[in-house]
């Protein structure tokens, strides 16, 4: 008899959550290599929306859409905050249901994801150990990796994974079960995820690589993947196909970190399947692309081959951190990619723009003159608020720069909140700037033009005054 192990995706505890195409892939690919090695494998994801024990949630643009949401307690750390603190995902009653409908498992393996969703985690954590009591529960994921010692100390879990856990939990599994290692799983192979889980699979995150080759002050890439490698191109397409003409899904997310790299050799590669094999198929690319790597023909193949959501990664103008950024995302790069995707088709207002606020030694002229330039091309502006993580350089420039605590609870690096004590940039300013970015993006849509005389040019002007005078005129 096949040994069972129960893998479970937790709620999100935030103040604000969305469905961007969100799937434990890591989770799913760690089932792949137990059910290669002879195990069975069963699965709750709290976060799929359209679980059949879910009430009917309707569908948004793209397959993307709102989790259902419980509004419970604010941690003590997070009172202060003038918002609603809510679980997303399944209610609790149909979580409880879809447990009791598991035989008894012989190991639980649960993932975690944004380091301060880690509240997910322990609730999870907990129901188990009262409806499970002995079985042997494994945590890993980003948080897990991230905060690997607040993990092993706060959650409960018997077990924490630190890294990739493919070959990791299968190994740890093994020896909990008495088993030998006997998968054909190689930590060369990319396994595909289990997604025969999902009764209902309305999109598909994609993964042509893994790691990135820049390494940016605040981002954890090069933590949770220290090397980047590209899978085969041939391997993507047959993952494309499968899923296409199989599961019908017609929502491919690229969740790549450097999607671009190499792309006569890799992405252009995968295009050219797909134009030529005519896949009537989105794409969309949540992470944000490289805009340095577009060119003239690759925004041509980008449009023949239905990309539909496009980011763009810029984060700033200022030059100085576009160099440590291994330079990119320059301004001029910024433009030409835009001019490219305006001549294959796209329109500049439906192009998101990254811009990054927040950084421990960024002031605020430079987050807006960064949207400001986004804005005078003709694009959105999707302002995103830096969080602090573990191990990157701009957590060490934040515990010295600003005196933040070394052991800060993973709750207060959630970006939905200002997660820095600066007199230099309020919490005031902070929701200023995320203002003005509503300001410009709904001047895109109803064509409105900031950069001439008019009363609302005006207006855009005195916005950042109000900002400046209120920091000092720095």
Known sequence: MK?????????????????????PVGLLSVGNSLEKAGYQTFLIDC???????????KKKKYGTGKFIRTEV???????????????????????????????????????????????????AIQILKQKFPG??????????????????????????????????????VDSLTGNA????????????????????????PIFTSYGCPYRCSFCASQLLSPKFIQRNPGEVIQEIE??????????????????LIDQENHLSIIMDAVIEKNLKLDFHTPNGIHTQLITRDLAKKMFRSNFKTLRLSYETSDRQRQAEMGSKVTDDGLADAIDYLESAGYRRKDLDVY???????????????????????????????????????????AIELHNMPDDLD?????????????????????EQIKNLSKVLNYGLDHRINFFDKSEIAKLVKQHFKEIKTEIGGR
């Open 3 to 23: 040994n069972k192990i129960l893998m479970i995706n937790p709620w999100i505890y935030d103040f604000a959550a969305y469905d961007f195409w969100i799937k």
């Open 47 to 57: 976060m799929d929306r359209f679980h059949p024990l879910n009430p009917k949630l």
């Open 73 to 123: 307690e604010k941690p003590l750390c997070l009172k202060h905050i003038p918002r609603k603190y809510c679980r997303y995902g399944m209610p609790l009653e149909f979580f409880m249901k879809a447990l009791a409908e598991i035989p008894q498992p012989d190991v639980i393996l649960l993932t975690s994801a944004m380091t301060y969703w880690y509240p997910g985690v322990i609730f």
């Open 135 to 172: 079985i042997p529960i494994v945590l890993g994921g980003i948080y897990a990796t991230l905060c690997y010692d607040h993990a092993v100390e706060r959650t409960g879990a018997d077990y924490v994974i630190k890294g990739p856990g493919e070959t990791a939990a299968l190994t740890l």
């Open 181 to 204: 290692f006997n998968s054909d799983y190689n930590a060369g192979n990319f396994p595909q995820p289990t997604y025969h889980h999902y009764q209902k699979l309305v999109s598909v």
């Open 242 to 259: 499968y899923f296409y003409y199989k599961r019908h899904v017609r929502h491919f997310a690229f969740s790549d970190d450097a999607l």
């Open 355 to 397: 811009v990054i606020m927040g950084l421990p030694d960024q002031h605020c002229e430079e987050v807006i003159t960064s949207m400001l330039f986004v804005a005078s091309l003709g694009a959105k502006v999707r302002l995103t608020s830096f969080s602090p993580i573990p191990g990157t350089k701009d957590w060490d420039r």
């Open 410 to 430: 993973p709750l207060l690096t959630n970006n939905s909140i200002f997660p820095l004590s600066r007199a230099d940039f309020s919490n005031e300013i902070f």
